[in-house]
């Protein structure tokens, strides 16, 4: 190891493998995360709160279109998908997949496998056949819970290559799925399911979570994660998301995403919060009326969903009054500083950064509610952690990035307790994952003066032009600050003279034409800003960037058609990104 010292963030080194101690005292060696989120309630006064209050898309037009489940409502219905899946022969360890809009019976399905000790891993409702196959054989499926009309669609025409499926639990059974063998009416099983209580007595180091990640730099992998994660997901949800009992808490993300299970699901319910769950799509107007109506606490988005609201336009944003909303977090992808201000000037909320990955199944660096915010960090590690950024390593032998401003791979001190135990079928990739104690995370950042960390970029899209290392972030944010910018995403193109040179795709707000007097206009507020060197040299523009279906810019996929490449896995692109 280099002789410099990581930096230092550390409120008792020990702080988390004592509280997961503390956890197995308490429970006599039993860890398990539904006990934690559910069960660990029953007994206090959070018993009769409300645990899920689900908006039905029909919302606001139907009166019946609230419906509300408390702790111990929960938990019953818990119990009996946990003694509906006991009888059907289910083990511990055995995988159950979710492919279901968001409606309360997804939670259920959830916490109940989670109860038995059955792995759960949820897909993303919106995927195709391919990549529902693909995830499905990998992880072993052998419980799928879902709705006959996505079921019909989606896995009927992969359903011979699932040797390991033996149970399809689906909710809306319209009869028609009579003739396939293995399809049970999830309602029907419920509602004769055995209430009684029942948990299976989990470790700390039983499997519980298997994720898949976004696919936005190769083929998504999937990320395990043990039981013991919920005592990271509970006390992170509350430093970094400030989390209380009986907050109506409504995270954005879908369940089929790793931040819609670790703080949609587990982290709120743990914290004794009301989760709010919207089944309907994104909509403007929707969002605006829900934060009002159901006065959030406590909003957990990302900056995609945030530009879209921008794009909606200033009016409709000024039109309500959140001034209800305690905290606003944002993750998934750099929140330009420009988001922030449009945030602060329209809706008058702040909106706080906050940086993690799949592999790390919960918050590492965040904004607190305590913390000054800088427009452009991500904030600072959660306490306990040890976060470091690292400038090389060869050999075991490692150079950390001691200085300010100093360039360096995100690295996390191994062992917290959500870190991932693996990636399914790549020991070699997980193994790689590693240097020494530390976690590698592919993403670059640099650290201020007084600890805050800012995004540089992931490894792969950093651009090498004229010596210098750039951070697309740092790009796309100035572009972004041009009026007639509203999303953009730089790469690299190869360049005899500079090694690459930066080219920008850029989508202009509604009312922007799209001339060369424009793209001239734009060209020269980034060299002002940022200085010939690092200022795009050709700007294209772009009706919409290609994003995973969590919202991540693909800047490979920009890079592969623009030189001609092969264009990888591309089971996440979202679909209204079409063929070039
Ligand atoms: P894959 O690993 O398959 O390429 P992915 O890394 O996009 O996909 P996720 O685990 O869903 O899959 O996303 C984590 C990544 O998202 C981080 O490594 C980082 O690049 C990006 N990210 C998340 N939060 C932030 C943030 N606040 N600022 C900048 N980047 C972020
Ligand atoms: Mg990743």
């Not at 006959?148 to 040797?163: E, N, Q, T, Y």
């Not at 007639?484 to 009312?511: H, R």
Request: glycine share 8%.
């Amino acid at each position: 190891m280099g002789s410099a010292k990581p930096f230092q963030n550390i409120v008792g080194k020990e702080f988390w493998s004592n509280e997961v101690t503390q956890l197995m005292h308490d429970n006599h060696g039993v860890v398990n995360i539904c006990q934690e989120a559910i069960d660990r309630h029953l007994t206090g006064p959070l018993r009769h709160a409300v645990a899920i209050r689900y908006i039905d898309p029909s919302w606001p037009k139907n009166p019946q279109s609230i419906q509300e489940m408390t702790y111990q409502e929960l938990a019953t219905e818990s119990y009996k998908m946990a003694n509906a899946l006991k009888s059907l022969g289910v083990k511990k360890g055995d995988v159950l997949f979710t492919l279901s809009p968001r409606i309360p019976e997804l939670y259920i399905a959830a916490m109940g496998a989670l109860r038995m000790g059955v792995v759960f891993s949820p897909l993303f409702s919106a995927f195709g056949p391919e990549p529902i196959l693909a995830r499905m054989k990998k992880g072993k499926g052998k419980i799928l819970f879902s709705s006959a009309s996505l079921f019909r669609k989606k896995v009927l025409p992969i359903l011979g290559s699932l040797p390991f499926l033996e149970h399809i639990l689906l909710i809306d059974d319209d009869g028609s799925l009579e003739d396939i063998k293995k399809a049970i009416n999830f309602r029907d099983l419920i509602r004769t399911a055995d209430p009684s209580p029942i948990l299976e007595p989990t470790s700390p180091d039983d499997v519980a979570l298997l994720h898949f990640t976004s696919g936005t730099t190769g083929e998504p992998k999937g990320a395990v994660h043990v039981h013991q994660a919920v005592v990271y997901h509970k006390i992170s949800g509350r430093f970094a998301l400030d989390l209380r009992p009986q907050d109506v808490f409504w995270c954005t993300a879908d369940p089929g995403w790793v931040t819609g299970t670790s703080y949609g699901i587990i982290s709120p319910l743990c914290n004794g919060a009301t989760l709010l769950i919207d089944g309907a799509e994104f909509n403007p107007a929707r969002w605006y009326e829900i934060l009002k109506t159901f006065k959030v606490d406590v909003w957990y988005t990302a900056p995609t969903a945030m530009r879209m609201l921008m794009r909606a336009g200033d009016d409709l944003a000024k039109s309500y009054n959140f001034s209800h909303v305690r905290f606003v977090a944002s993750v998934g992808e750099p929140l330009n500083p420009e988001v922030i201000e449009w945030a602060q000037e329209n809706l008058h909320l702040s909106l706080h950064d906050n940086w993690w990955q799949t592999e790390t199944g919960g918050i590492i660096i965040c904004n607190d509610s305590g913390l000054d915010l800088r427009p452009g960090s991500m904030g600072r590690p959660v306490p306990g952690l040890e976060v470091a950024l690292i400038k090389a390593h060869q050999g075991g032998k490692i150079t950390f990035a001691t200085e300010p401003g100093e360039q360096g791979e995100i690295a996390i001190r191994k062992n917290w307790p959500s870190m991932f135990k693996g990636y399914l079928d790549n020991p070699e990739r997980y193994a790689k994952s590693f240097v020494g104690d530390w976690y590698l995370s592919g993403d670059v950042a640099k650290r201020d003066n007084d600890g805050y960390f800012w995004f540089v970029g992931r490894q792969d899209d950093v651009i090498k032009t004229s010596g210098h290392l750039i951070g697309p972030f740092e790009v796309e944010s100035i572009l972004m600050e041009h009026p007639a910018v509203l999303e953009s995403a730089v790469i690299g193109i190869p360049d005899p003279v500079a090694g690459e040179m930066i080219k920008a795709f850029v989508v202009l707000k509604k009312g922007f034409a799209s001339t060369q007097e424009q793209k001239l206009n734009i060209l020269s507020h980034a060299r002002i800003h940022l200085g010939v060197a690092i200022a795009p040299r050709e700007i294209q523009f772009i009706d919409n960037l290609p994003k995973t279906r969590s919202g991540k810019i693909m800047r490979r996929l920009l890079k592969a058609r623009e030189l001609g490449l092969p264009e990888g896995d591309l089971s996440t692109l979202e679909s209204n990104y079409g063929a070039p």
